[in-house]
């Protein structure tokens, strides 16, 4: 792992936040000089980033010792947000943690107190293993509608049990040059912007490495993003409408024939029937006395009688059934009625053929003619692949939208092959804490306690998928106290007053309104503002870590030490050992080794490698797994849904009593859904355009950082700036009517006239802390226009993307 | 003309992505302090017919480039080029990185010194 080099020694490394704030993965080489950190460089031997590095990692050195990073614990001894505080030892700032903590659960009762989580560090598994050993099922992703990629993950596990992402050999160690991968024909490139990010996972700039080798681009985006200049075809969509220009992609794919059908029929529910009268699933519980509510029925065109499908055995209960496609049938019940009958298929079609392509360009905004080309040239591409960024899961009907984009990669036969949606689990399956698919070895044993997990009586997927509490409801119940009251929250990687709360104002009340609360930062913010407690964290260099997501298994290594700054796992395995004495695991190197035994290495191993691949034939490894019966714990060939067939109507949807198939609902905010707000408000306002520099609220006060973009930036036309009277370089207010912030004007072509593109995450920390500045978090943050409480119907998704405003300039006429 | 040492930067500047690496990667390889630094990446936006246009990056090299001289005495390559996360920064002979530039379409030559 490490040896010596020109006196400095070389620590190998993974790259997780704290620090260049992203979804890690990265192997770097860290030079170390005397202790201290000279240089961080890209490790030329590690598969994922091959060399490279992004510029928030280069500026590491910047980061790590900054002045302003906070070095011991503080405590506070003015009011809160006076911006007075004291410096304490670890022991005193543990005890009084675990006195306050151990007051409130002693009254309370455990989920009184909300253990709320941000992006972008590896403190998922951590604040669990914290929440969890105090007893509180309340662990909170602090987002509207947790509006950042569960609910995406979960809406593909829905249709089709796993996740999938982009196949650019990253599950291989050869990567390209592996003679099992194939380069995708044809990307669509779904809202993502490569410059500043790697969502799902997904290091962006393979994506440039697969257009050298020949892959075209299909660049689906508002703005004319780096992609969208490039690409094959861009389709400029009206931000939002994105589930209507999936239903009009599969509209061209199935009526012009360009779907697979043998795939569809064999590994679908597509010939599963659906009862006429009630809209849904037929089951074997209607069909004969004692049969299985959990067993679907087809319609067998050799019999010509309806046959059963055994979910759990993946197989009719008879020999050599040809199940009818389409069409509808009438079927004889246990009950002595007849009810007619049609297949998913015919009924996915009708919903499908609601969408034909002059209704979705009236919707998207985009033109007949690209719709239908850019349909045809994804499906005749094989193979081809779909990368989508966090807009989708920012709408609040963002199941049915991903319902209709995980139907394209499905029925064009592009699900888990080489080059194309490749399903994506946890490397050797070692999961560290509840996720979607995965339940972890950190888990709330106490079903019990998790009853009283906020929204999780409410909302279906919060009890399959995604073990948080729901966080419009929890901000809602500081307030009423019902059903229970919330009195103190811990806040670790998170900053809901700048970064990601909506309706930032609220979360400031909210927070005042508790009796305890602790943040866990590496600087001040305008969060750690307002707590009580703030502990200084580690930096991905300053710990022993691990890194599962997706693929390969990595080791973070510890290579400096800061000030008294620590780790945010021996944070919360210190205190969970205090709150829970039966805690069985004795140090953080026990757990990690418990983590990862399915490796069958022990951290110490892995850490020796680096980092390591599953080998071929595991179900981490791909491809066709669900062929080769790799997906199911009962190793049967089909997938992890209800009926062992990938959905394309969805029993978990109707069980949940929402629409089964996937569709398009019109936003909360638009020109359409709200014709009057859009008199006074006539400009689209899309929010979170990505720096390459900054990670949502961080990073503003790394110097060679902030000197590539200095201001909060506002993109306009210049259409649309010439008639508000607004040059380049501007401040210009932003309003709507939650609020106003102040931008920049950035006047630029990139946008369309109708739509402004503002970014989020601002705060200035060199201005004063203290209330009521908060390091003018009030100045510049577009949050202040966006509400809490307008999540989807099962939860998920917020209208981040979509709102409305007004633009005038600062000092100018005022409207 | 090319006696100083005869080395440039080729950029293929159609995969360019404005990503600022090369930038940051210099400033920690020389600790520059905030304003200065060897490579600066510039943004194009060139407005098309039909509403179309062209986004383009290009990494600029300063008076401040020395093309690494102190990292290539190593065999190593100037920090910029190792780092791009593009891969579209190439170091080489000017002469050699000259028969590459015209196989391909957005190219250009730097020889800063």
Not at chain 1, 60 to 89: A, C, F, M, N
Not at chain 1, 298 to 312: E, F, N
Not at chain 2, 25 to 36: L, N, R, S, T, V
């Amino acid at each position: 792992m490490a040896f010596s080099k020109e006196k400095l020694k070389i620590v190998r490394t993974t790259t997780w936040s704290a620090g260049p704030g992203c979804h890690g993965g990265c192997g770097v080489l860290a030079y170390i000089g005397d202790g201290k950190l000279v240089k961080i460089e890209g490790d030329p031997d590690h598969p994922w980033n091959q060399g490279r590095l992004c510029a928030r990692c280069l500026a590491i050195t910047q980061y790590v010792y900054h002045p302003d990073r906070l070095t011991h614990p503080l405590k506070r001894v003015g009011q809160r947000g006076e911006g007075k505080w004291q410096k304490i030892s670890w022991d005193e700032a543990f005890d009084l943690i675990e006195e306050k903590l151990g007051k409130i659960r002693e009254k309370f009762g455990p989920e009184s107190v909300v253990f709320a989580m941000g992006t972008g560090r590896d403190i998922g598994p951590w604040i669990c293993l914290l929440a969890y050993a105090y007893g509180s099922p309340n662990v909170m992703f602090a987002l509207s509608g947790l509006a950042c990629y569960s609910p995406r993950i979960a809406a593909v596990e829905t249709v089709q049990g796993d996740y999938c992402v982009l196949d650019a050999a990253q599950w291989l160690p050869q990567r390209y040059n592996d003679p099992k991968y194939k380069i995708p024909e044809c990307i669509i490139i779904w809202g993502y912007n490569i410059p500043a990010s790697c969502p799902d996972n997904v290091f962006g700039h393979w994506i440039i490495d697969l257009m050298k080798k020949g892959t075209k681009i299909i660049a689906i985006d508002p703005r004319l993003s780096w992609f969208a200049s490039r690409a094959e075809k861009w389709l400029r969509l009206q931000p939002g409408t994105d589930g209507a220009l999936a239903m009009g992609f599969l509209n061209v794919i199935i009526n012009e024939g360009l779907y697979d059908r043998d795939f569809v029929q064999k590994w679908t529910n597509a010939t599963h029937l659906v009862r006429s009268g009630t809209g849904k699933l037929l089951r074997e519980s209607e069909l004969v006395k004692g049969g299985s509510p959990a067993n679907f029925v087809v319609w067998d065109t050799k019999r010509s009688h309806p046959v059963v499908w055994d979910s759990q055995n993946v197989k009719y209960k008879l020999p050599d059934v040809k199940p009818a496609f389409e069409g509808k049938f009438n079927v004889s019940l246990a009950d002595g009625t007849t009810v007619s009958a049609k297949t998913v298929w015919t009924v996915f079609c009708e919903e499908i053929n609601r969408y034909p392509v002059k209704r979705v360009s009236e919707i998207t905004w985009v033109p007949e003619k690209d719709i239908v080309e850019a349909a045809r040239l994804y499906a005749k591409s094989k193979p081809a692949s779909i990368h989508w960024g966090v807009p989708i899961d920012m709408t609040p009907a963002i199941t049915p939208t991903v319902q209709a984009i995980a139907a394209l990669w499905c029925i064009t036969g592009n699900l888990d092959v080489p080059g194309g949606n490749v399903i994506s689990r946890y490397a050797f399956d070692a999961v560290a804490y509840a996720l979607p698919g995965a339940k972890g070895v950190i888990r709330l044993d106490s079903e019990e306690a998790d009853k009283k997990r906020i929204g999780a009586d409410r909302y279906g997927p919060l009890n399959k998928f995604i073990w948080r509490a729901h966080t419009d409801l929890a901000l809602e119940q500081i307030f009423t106290e019902k059903p229970y009251p919330i009195k103190g929250i811990w806040i670790q990687s998170c900053n809901p007053v700048a970064g990601i709360g909506l309706d930032p104002e609220k979360w400031v009340k909210a927070i005042k309104k508790l009796d305890f609360v602790v943040a866990v930062d590496l600087f001040m913010t305008p969060t750690t503002q307002l707590a009580d407690v703030v502990l200084p964290a580690a930096s991905f260099l300053e710990k022993d870590s691990l890194r599962n997501w997706w693929i390969p298994l990595q080791s973070i290594n510890k290579a400096i030490s800061v000030g008294e700054c620590k780790p945010d796992i021996e944070i919360n395995f210190e205190l969970a050992k205090r709150f829970d004495p039966t805690l069985r695991w004795n140090n953080i190197y026990e757990l990690f080794d418990e983590v990862i035994k399915p490796s069958g290495m022990t951290f110490k191993e892995l850490q020796e490698k680096g980092w390591a691949f599953p080998p071929e034939g595991h179900p981490s490894a791909p491809y066709h797994r669900f062929e080769r019966g790799l997906l199911r714990p009962d190793r049967k060939p089909g997938f992890q849904t209800p009926s062992g067939k990938i959905e394309l109507y969805s029993s978990l949807r109707e069980e949940w009593g929402l629409e089964p198939i996937a569709h398009y609902e019109e936003p909360p905010f638009t020109p359409i859904s709200q014709p009057e707000l859009c008199q006074k408000y006539p400009l689209i306002l899309s929010t979170g355009r990505r720096s390459p520099v900054y990670f949502h609220s961080e990073h503003r006060n790394i110097p060679w950082l902030r000197e590539i973009e200095p201001d909060p930036v506002i993109e306009i036309h210049p259409d649309t700036a010439k008639s508000l009277h607004i040059g380049d370089g501007e401040w210009v207010w932003v309003e709507n009517w939650l609020g106003r912030c102040k931008l920049k004007a950035k006047v630029t072509p990139v946008v369309p006239r109708w739509m402004a593109m503002a970014t989020h995450g601002w705060w200035f920390p060199e201005k004063p802390g203290q209330e009521p500045s908060l390091f003018g978090v009030w100045e510049s943050n577009v949050n202040q226009l966006i509400p809490m409480g307008f999540q989807g119907k099962d939860g998920l998704g917020a209208p981040i993307k979509h709102l409305l405003c007004r633009l005038y300039k600062v000092n100018g006429r005022e409207g | 003309m090319l006696k100083r040492n005869g080395y440039g930067l080729l950029i293929d500047y159609e995969y360019c992505t404005g990503c600022y690496a090369c930038q940051v990667a210099c400033a920690q390889e020389y600790q520059w302090p905030e304003g200065m630094g060897g490579i600066k990446v510039i943004e194009v936006v060139q407005s098309l017919p039909n509403d179309k246009a062209y986004l383009a990056y290009l990494p600029f090299p300063t008076e401040l480039c020395t093309l690494c001289s102190s990292r290539a005495k190593r065999g190593l390559e100037p920090a910029c080029v190792k780092h791009c996360m593009a891969s579209c920064m190439k170091y080489g002979k000017i002469e050699e990185l000259a028969q590459e530039i015209g196989q391909k379409p957005r190219m250009v030559l730097w020889a800063p010194r």
